[in-house]
C-alpha cells in the first residue's frame, strides 16, 4: 500500500516537473512577448524585450534596485510597486510579503515576468543608484574565513553614503561558475573616505561570490560594483545606543562609530560582538581604540564557544544573554543589529522583552 502511493506522488511529482520544463522552454523558445513599455513614477519610460523578469530588465536599463541573493527570490529585497501589468502575485513572494504590502502592490521584482506593458513605482533615490568600477587596492586577511577588501574608485570617482549602507558587487563567471552574480556587502570604512571604500568578507563555504573573492580576485584586479543602498544607518537622536553584530555583521558598525569618531557625535554606546571562538574574532584592538577616541563609548566581545586554549577572559555565551545581563531597561535606548537572520531575531526578541520600542530596533540581515 505505502510503496503504491510512493509511486502514484513520484508519477505526479514527476508530470509537475516535466509541465513545469515544457512551460519554461515555450517561454523561452516559442512565445515572443515583442517589446514592452515600463513606465517608472510616472516619469520615465523603458522599452524592453518582454519575457524577462522585471528585476533583470531595470538592470540592463541601469536602474539598479536591491538583490542580495542575485534574483533566487531569497533575500526578499527586490521589492517595487508593481501599479499593473505583473500579473497574479506567485507563491515565491508571499513569504517576503506583509499582508500590508500585498495589499499595497508590492512585489519581488526578480520573480514578476514582463510580459506585457508595465507601470512601476520606486524610490526616488534608486535612480542615483550606478555602477562602478573599481581597483583592488589591498586585501587582508583578518582570521581564517574573513578578509578586508580596499577597492579604489577608478579614474578619481567617489562613493557618497551613509555610514551603515552596503553595496552590491559583481562577480564575474569564473571556473566553474557560469552566472554572473550580485551580492550584497557593507561598507566597513568612514564615510568621508570616498574614494576608497573597506569590505568586510567573510567566507560562505561553496558559496559563489566569496568563493570567488578568496580564491581568484588578487590585489590589482578590476571589480565593478553598484550602490549605495540600505535604511540601515545611524539615526539622528540622543538616545543611548546599542550596536550587536555577529561575523562580519561588524562592518557596518565599524563605519558607524568611525561616523561618530569624526563628527564628534556624543551618545553613550555600547557594542556587543559576538563569535564562537577566538580564532574567528578579529578587528579587536580596533574596536577597543574607539573606546578612547569616542566618549561613554563600551566595546563588549564575546564568545559562546570559547575553547579551553583560547584562554578566555571576557564574556560568554550567546550574544543574546550577554546583552540580556548588561541591558535592564531599554525603553529608552536605539539599537543597531547586523549579522544572520537567527541572531537578529533572537535580539530583536530580547530588547523587546527589555522594553524596547520595536521602531528603535534598525537591522540588516545578512
Ligand atoms: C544587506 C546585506 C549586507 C551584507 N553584508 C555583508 C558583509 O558586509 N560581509 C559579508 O561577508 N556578507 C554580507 N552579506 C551576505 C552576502 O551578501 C552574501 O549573501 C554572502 O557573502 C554569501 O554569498 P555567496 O555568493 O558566497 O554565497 P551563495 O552562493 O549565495 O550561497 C551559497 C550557499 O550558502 C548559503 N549561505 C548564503 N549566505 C550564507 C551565510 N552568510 N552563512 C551561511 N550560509 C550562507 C546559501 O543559502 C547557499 O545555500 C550581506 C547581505 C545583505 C543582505
Ligand atoms: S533579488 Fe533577492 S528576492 Fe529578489
Redesign the pocket.
Known amino acids: 500500500m505505502a510503496a503504491e502511493v510512493i509511486r502514484t506522488v513520484s508519477i505526479i511529482s514527476g508530470i509537475g516537473v516535466f509541465l513545469a520544463t515544457l512551460l519554461t522552454l515555450a517561454e523561452r523558445y516559442l512565445l515572443n512577448y515583442g517589446i514592452c513599455k515600463i513606465t517608472i513614477n510616472d516619469e520615465k519610460e523603458l522599452e524592453v524585450k518582454g519575457g524577462n523578469h522585471l528585476l533583470s530588465s531595470l538592470l540592463q536599463n541601469d536602474i539598479f534596485i536591491p538583490s542580495?541573493?542575485g534574483g533566487r527570490g531569497s533575500?526578499g529585497?527586490c521589492k517595487v510597486k508593481v501599479l499593473s501589468g505583473g500579473g497574479p502575485l506567485l507563491p515565491t513572494e508571499t513569504p517576503y510579503l506583509s499582508r500590508e504590502e500585498q495589499e499595497g502592490q508590492i512585489r519581488l521584482s526578480c520573480q514578476v515576468k514582463v510580459r506585457g506593458d508595465v507601470a512601476i513605482e520606486i524610490p526616488e533615490e534608486l535612480f542615483s543608484i550606478r555602477e562602478y568600477t573599481t581597483t583592488v587596492e589591498k586585501i587582508v586577511d583578518l582570521n581564517h574565513d574573513t578578509k578586508t577588501l580596499f577597492l579604489r574608485f577608478k579614474d578619481g570617482e567617489e562613493l557618497d553614503f551613509q555610514a551603515g549602507q552596503?553595496v552590491q558587487i559583481k562577480a564575474p563567471q569564473y571556473g566553474k561558475n557560469s552566472e554572473e552574480?550580485y551580492?550584497?556587502?557593507?561598507i566597513a570604512s568612514p564615510p568621508s573616505d570616498k574614494g576608497v571604500i573597506q569590505?568586510?568578507?567573510?567566507r560562505?563555504p561553496?558559496?559563489?561570490?566569496?568563493?570567488y573573492i578568496f580564491d581568484y580576485l588578487k590585489e590589482g584586479d578590476q571589480l565593478d560594483l553598484n550602490g549605495p543602498y540600505?535604511d540601515f544607518f545611524l539615526r539622528d537622536s540622543d538616545r543611548e545606543m546599542i550596536c550587536i553584530a555577529g561575523g562580519?555583521g561588524l562592518?557596518p558598525i565599524k563605519a558607524i562609530l568611525h561616523k561618530m569618531e569624526e563628527e564628534g557625535i556624543r551618545r553613550k554606546a555600547t557594542f556587543y560582538f559576538g563569535c564562537v571562538e577566538k580564532r574567528d574574532l578579529y578587528y579587536i584592538d580596533e574596536m577597543q581604540a574607539f573606546e578612547s577616541r569616542i566618549p561613554d563609548f563600551r566595546f563588549i566581545p564575546a564568545l559562546s564557544g570559547a575553547r579551553e586554549e583560547d584562554n578566555w577572559t571576557g564574556e560568554t555565551g550567546l550574544i543574546t544573554e550577554v546583552v540580556d545581563r548588561y541591558v535592564e531597561d531599554g525603553s529608552r535606548m536605539e539599537a543597531y543589529l547586523c549579522g544572520?537572520p537567527g541572531m537578529i531575531d533572537a535580539c530583536i526578541k530580547v530588547l523587546l522583552q527589555k522594553g524596547m520600542p520595536e521602531d528603535q530596533i534598525f537591522f540588516?540581515?545578512?
Do not use: W
Open positions: 542580495a541573493c533575500c529585497l552596503y552574480v551580492r550584497a556587502y557593507s569590505l568586510i568578507i567573510r560562505v561553496q558559496g559563489i561570490c566569496t568563493t540600505g562580519s562592518a544572520s540588516d540581515k545578512f
